[in-house]
């Protein structure tokens, strides 16, 4: 028998040489804002080992125990506050990113996206690249700043997918950009913008990052160190000296000590210190989603109000607007150079 193309087994369809993918990805959500939907995509995330860092046997019957018999319940609750009609905003954002990359790269690349959690799921994802002819795939996660517990776990993910071909696409990934001008400047032109539009002028801007537990800054994790360089660089290129910019971190899980300043405790001490006036953005987050919609707009303002301030905004994140999608555009087709 002789070696050609027809008599080789695949498996997979043949692929037409040059095909270039890009599949962004994003941290994942319910498929519904309902108790069982909410407790099925938890169960996901939580047993995934770099996000939940405990030995299995010590993690697994907290996690079915206490865990998932009571906060699906109250997330569900939380989600049903900023559900839309497109769904889960973070995956209707995601899902706008890439057909707005789509449309800025045309022929050059074909675009999907895909969540690490829940669906439409990354194996998938690379999968339909693949059937479509892609060669050479660029995973986009979309976290600014590194942290295992979401960038290396969607390598990891990936792999798993990888791990099961004879014939491998090449996969190249996105670095961090926690500061890149690119990415600075969008944001500082963004939230610039939008503090302009506001209908007052707030003493404070809050830079609140997704925390993370503290143990993982000591054991070597970049996340803490990029979310302040990212902090710092966004003052300096907002440029506003009568605004005073903190940073701190939001979302603490668990009992562990968590990255500090905590953004619930900033809210409160701020109020209470005698700032009337504040806004909080979130640079950290590609998409508004729960902990930016819920957690931020809605329960840190009733925290800043109760706690005696009067004025409280919440800023949108890039999302799909033209700030962040000309950043995206820039940072993506730098990372396929040599490719297209
Ligand atoms: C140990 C628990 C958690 C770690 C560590 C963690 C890190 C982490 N998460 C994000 C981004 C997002 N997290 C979101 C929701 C969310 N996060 C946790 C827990 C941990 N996150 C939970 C339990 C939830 C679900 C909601 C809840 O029950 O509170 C989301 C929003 C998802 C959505 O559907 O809108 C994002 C985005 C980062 C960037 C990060 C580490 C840097
Ligand atoms: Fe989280
Ligand atoms: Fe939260």
């Known amino acids: 028998m002789t070696w050609t193309e027809q008599t080789v087994p695949r498996d997979h369809a043949p692929v037409e040489s040059g095909g270039i993918g890009v599949l962004l990805v994003n941290l994942g959500t319910p498929d519904a804002p309902d108790t069982a939907s909410v407790r099925r995509y938890l169960a996901e995330f939580l047993s995934d080992r770099r996000v939940v860092?405990?030995?299995?046997?010590?993690?697994?019957?907290?996690?079915?125990?206490?865990?998932?018999?009571?906060r699906p319940r109250r997330s569900a609750h939380a989600y049903r506050q900023i559900w839309t009609d497109a769904g889960?905003?973070?995956?209707?954002i995601t899902r706008e990113q890439a057909a707005g990359l789509q449309d800025r790269l045309g022929g050059a690349a074909q675009v999907r996206w895909a969540m690490r959690y829940g669906k439409p799921a990354i194996g998938d994802e690379l999968q339909a690249l693949m059937d479509a002819g892609c060669e050479r795939i660029l995973l986009a996660p979309l976290y600014p700043q590194y942290c295992a517990a979401t960038t290396a776990t969607v390598v990891d993910k990936a792999a798993d997918k990888l791990r099961t071909m004879r014939w491998q696409p090449s996969l190249r990934t996105l670095p961090p950009y926690h500061d890149d001008p690119h990415y600075i400047s969008a944001l500082a032109h963004d939230l610039g913008a939008q503090l302009d539009a506001l209908d007052f002028v707030p003493e404070v801007l809050l830079l609140s990052f997704h925390g993370m537990p503290e143990r993982t800054l000591r054991l070597g994790d970049p996340y803490h160190c990029h979310c302040r360089k990212t902090a710092r660089l966004v003052a300096e290129a907002l440029g506003r000296a009568d605004l005073r910019i903190e940073t701190t971190f939001q979302s603490r899980f668990g009992r562990a000590k968590w990255l500090e300043p905590a953004t619930d405790a900033v809210l409160t001490a701020e109020a209470q210190g005698g700032t009337r006036r504040l806004a909080v953005a979130a640079p950290g987050f590609s998409a508004d989603c729960l902990e930016t919609l819920e957690e931020l707009a809605i329960s840190g303002r009733e925290q800043f109000l109760e706690a005696g301030g009067e004025r409280f905004a919440a800023l949108a994140c890039l999302n799909a607007r033209a700030p962040g999608m000309a950043m995206l555009e820039a940072i993506v087709r730098r990372e396929l150079a040599g490719w297209i």
């Open 53 to 70: 860092e405990l030995p299995r046997l010590v993690w697994q019957p907290i996690l079915r125990g206490a865990v998932l018999t009571t």
């Open 88 to 92: 889960s905003p973070l995956a209707a």
